[in-house]
Nanobody, 123 residues
């Protein structure tokens, strides 16, 4: 079993920055990678980025590959971060992290999810 807890969400003005954290605990050996997702009101959940456990290899969904969002990990404390810069109102959403069992051109087979955290960007 793996537990994931997101933190760092807060109201922010457009143009500002936030860093979300995802603390991963439990049976660390049962996951291979971690991904960040988001879901805005009335929209489907979309993938943002994923990273291989321990850092190094990472992938971004096409809409998030333009440099505003950066995924990273400390590699030791099993915490995965999502740095978000130049935030826009349309970035308002619930943000989730999840642990995946397989890496295949990105993280896959997500089996464990955090409860999500709200990010609200005001214009």
């Amino acid at each position: 079993q793996v537990q994931l807890v997101e933190s760092g969400g807060a109201p922010v003005q457009a143009g500002g920055s936030l860093r979300l954290s995802c603390a991963v605990s439990g049976n660390i050996a049962s996951y291979t990678c971690v991904g960040w997702f988001r879901q805005a009101p009335g929209k489907e959940r979309e993938g943002v980025a994923s990273i291989y456990r321990g850092g190094g290899t990472r992938t971004y969904s096409p809409d998030f590959a333009k440099g505003r969002f950066t995924i990273s990990t400390d590699g030791v404390e099993n915490t995965v971060y999502l740095q978000m810069n130049s935030l826009k109102a349309e970035d308002t959403a619930m943000y989730y992290c999840a642990a995946g069992a397989r890496w295949s051109w990105g993280c896959a087979d997500y089996q464990y999810w955090g409860q999500g955290i709200q990010v609200t960007v005001s214009s």
